[in-house]
């Protein structure tokens, strides 16, 4: 809360004067008499003790009357924000080799487990040196033997994390698989598609009457780069799609692929039984030469992360490359707070007439 013109306050330092002028005992008398020793001896009514209150009234008046001159508005800062953002989609390999385990500051966790509390650093910020992608689209996709959209490209980082967290190891045998053309293939048209779904989806929204801060895509936002960023521990060995054409069909519409190889040879999968619970050598048939020439053919890069702090590592490199811009202007609308008041004003100077006219009347 501020005053626009805080100086017209100073006329409250006439309101002392007024005060006294009002309220001090008259020198000459309305009606003279020629005697009032009687009358000193008569008790005082209580209309006479409180008849001061309609010159307080007045005073009252004219005081909120000053405060609602020095107009008392509230602020409220706004931002505009323009960026030139990245458009990252996140896939990550959710087969039943996810299963095995990984060190975790100390933990044993499955990869996939490993992954979802790397990435969440990622996207949230905050962690291990992370900044977090607040300004950019971050979509998820998930693959076995088949591929899936679980969360669109979205500014709301927080549901995106939430599909992240509730994403498990695929458990029927069927879907089970690692289709990474197929992956590569969806994200591909995720990203080149991202402007139009973007422009739908707000078109959408802004029908059905929501304000812009619960629109994903901010006045002035433009996709600098599209990044996809491949999680795997296995070879390609299902799907429809070739991983090196998927890749080539992303570079054609300007995609940049990350790709990175969890775990290591030496893995192992804990195995629970009626004898108890005991280590099983996982082994690995990561295609590391597939991933490198998928990641060099779109102008990214390869590496390969066996551990979680590996991971991070890998994660930060990325995060350093794909950097954001933003420009923020900030502006303050004011509402104006003059009202309350002047009706608080007008409520005194009300009371002081009916006053006058009714019990606190007086002749002549």
């Known amino acids: 809360m501020e005053l626009y013109s805080p100086y017209v306050l100073l006329l409250m330092l006439l309101l002392p004067v007024m005060a006294y002028r009002m309220l001090r005992k008259k020198a000459a008398a309305a009606v003279k008499f020629p005697s009032l020793a009687d009358m000193r001896t008569m008790l005082v009514s209580w209309r006479l003790r409180l008849r001061p209150l309609l010159a307080l009234a007045r005073l009252a008046c004219l005081a909120l009357l000053i405060v609602a001159m020095a107009r008392p508005r509230q602020g409220t800062v706004r931002s505009e924000i323009s960026t030139e953002g990245v458009a990252i989609e996140v896939v990550v390999d959710r087969s039943s080799s996810m299963q095995a385990e990984m060190d975790h500051d100390g933990q044993k966790l499955n990869r996939l487990e490993v992954v979802k509390k790397v990435f969440a650093d990622f996207i949230q910020g905050g962690k291990k040196g992370l900044r977090g992608r607040r300004s950019d689209l971050v979509g998820l996709i998930t693959f076995a033997r088949y591929a899936d959209t679980k969360c669109p490209l979205v500014h709301s980082h ?207």
Do not use: H
């Open 158 to 364: 927080d549901i995106l994390v939430e599909f992240l967290n509730q994403t498990e190891l695929v458990k029927v045998r069927s879907e089970d698989g690692t289709a990474i053309g197929d992956a590569i293939a969806l994200g591909g048209a995720r990203l080149e598609k991202a402007e139009e779904e973007i422009q739908k989806r707000n078109m959408q929204l802004r029908q059905a009457g929501l304000e812009q801060s619960d629109i994903d895509e901010e006045p002035g936002f433009k996709i600098k780069s599209k990044v996809m960023i491949l999680l795997t521990d296995g070879q390609n060995n299902v799907g429809r799609y070739s991983p090196i054409e998927a890749a080539k069909l992303a570079k054609e519409w300007g995609i940049k692929i990350y790709t990175i190889g969890i775990g290591s040879a030496q893995a192992f999968t804990s195995q629970t039984s009626w004898m108890g619970t005991y280590m099983v050598p996982a082994g690995q048939e990561l295609d590391e030469r597939l991933l490198k020439a998928i990641a060099e053919s779109t102008g990214g890069f390869y590496a390969r992360a066996g551990d979680a702090n590996a991971l991070r590592e890998v994660v930060k490199k990325i995060d350093d490359l794909e950097k954001t811009t933003v420009k923020s202007v900030q502006y303050t609308q004011y509402a104006e707070r003059f009202g309350p008041w002047t009706k608080g004003a007008l409520l005194m100077l009300a009371l002081e007439i009916l006053g006058s006219c009714t019990i606190f009347r007086k002749i002549p």
